[in-house]
């Protein structure tokens, strides 16, 4: 807990006038204190300012030790509000008055000193999440790097099947780094596929080629198949890395299509971090919702 040394001071002040008599003020910290060390050495003959000041002292010499005396002090005093004992004494009514005025300053105090943690707490919090995200960006972009990197080695391959199966590994890193829930390349009762993927609640099949030429009608004609025999909602998201003709598109849009096409040019816009990958698939099924062609090419 962290106090003030304004808090501090009016809490003493407070102290030293809600009691006239020291007898009453001992009995009230007797009572009020768990740490009975703190009155080793008090000279209870000495002014009451001295005999406060002298156990306040040696509570906040160690405060993470006595949190709990100390809270309870701030409480039990801010809490009073019956100086009916005061009245009966000389100048009564200036002193219940000057009691009320140190105990309402002690309220305002501890609100004043509450208001400062909490906003020190929370300053700490922005803080910590401000460093969680900068270190996870960090490394969020050095693994997009690592991934860009490794797929531009892979455009110097030679080796079609190779090549084909290293793409799908990056892939699969791609959506685990966009937090996508990949599922590996799997068989199902003879079908090939290269992946899927789950988005805002939808299940995606996914199928890569790295053909030399474009992807005709009769690739996406045998992915619309496989699409066909899960559920429903299930869309599929094609990529293909050098493009589609223009009839394979044609053809598979305007017809309630499935499907969804991406090239090695939106795939590039991902790695060089112009697009996250969600939007990107996102602003392609709006955009086929909407008006029924099944590639849209990202600005």
Not at 26 to 43: A, D, P
Not at 230 to 246: Q, R
Request: hydrophobic content about 40%; glycine content about 4%; proline content about 1%.
């Amino acid at each position: 807990m962290k106090v003030s040394t304004v808090a501090i001071n009016c809490l003493k002040e407070a102290l030293c006038n809600i009691y006239w008599y020291k007898q009453d003020l001992k009995s009230f910290m007797l009572n009020s204190i768990t740490n009975k060390s703190v009155f080793l050495g008090v000279n209870w003959d000495k002014t009451k300012r001295e005999i406060v000041s002298n156990i306040v002292d040696s509570l906040m010499q160690k405060p993470s030790e006595n949190i709990g005396d100390i809270r309870r002090l701030f409480d039990e005093v801010s809490k009073i509000q019956d100086f009916s004992h005061l009245e009966y004494l000389e100048d009564g009514f200036k002193k219940v008055e000057k009691a009320k005025k140190a105990v309402a300053a002690l309220k305002q105090a501890i609100s004043n000193n509450d208001e400062a943690i909490k906003k020190d707490k929370l300053e700490s919090e922005k803080k910590a999440k401000e460093y969680e995200i900068n270190v996870k960006s960090n490394s969020f972009l050095a693994k997009l790097d690592e991934l860009k990197n490794n797929y531009y080695q892979l455009t110097l391959s030679t080796d079609a099947q190779k090549r084909g199966y290293e793409l799908e590994k990056i892939m699969y890193d791609i959506f685990v780094l966009f937090d996508l829930d990949p599922k590996a390349s799997f068989k199902n009762k003879g079908e090939q596929l290269d992946g899927a993927f789950t988005l805002d609640g939808t299940d995606y099949l996914f199928e890569a080629k790295w053909k030399k030429g474009f992807i005709d009608a009769s690739d996406l004609d045998a992915f619309k198949g496989k699409i066909s025999r899960k559920l429903d909602n299930t869309l599929g998201l094609f990529l293909s890395i050098n493009g589609f003709s223009k009839e394979a598109v044609e053809i598979h849009s305007n017809v309630r299509s499935s499907l969804i096409l991406m090239d090695g040019f939106d795939l590039m816009s991902v790695l060089e971090n112009h697009i996250d990958l969600k939007n990107l698939i996102l602003r392609k099924k709006r955009h086929a919702a909407q008006t029924g062609m099944i590639f849209y090419k990202i600005p």
